[in-house]
């Protein structure tokens, strides 16, 4: 059971360096992209990049 628990954390670091990677790269293609905006008043997104930006808190 114990290397079970081990192999499951070590899973879930993996998973989470993954997920940064992906959050970085997303994050480079939304800061290059020329936006297209559509939305209403309180917020607005990206057609192309599924960027949003919030326009009222």
């Given at each position: 059971m114990?290397?079970?628990?081990?192999q499951i954390e070590h899973l879930i670091e993996e998973k989470k360096v993954e997920?940064?990677?992906l959050e970085a790269t997303l994050e480079h293609i939304q800061q290059q992209c020329s936006h297209h905006f559509s939305?209403?008043?309180l917020m607005r997104r990206c057609l192309t990049c599924n960027?949003?930006?919030v326009l009222y808190y």
């Open positions: 114990d290397g079970r628990v081990k997920v940064e990677q939305g209403d008043e960027k949003v930006e």
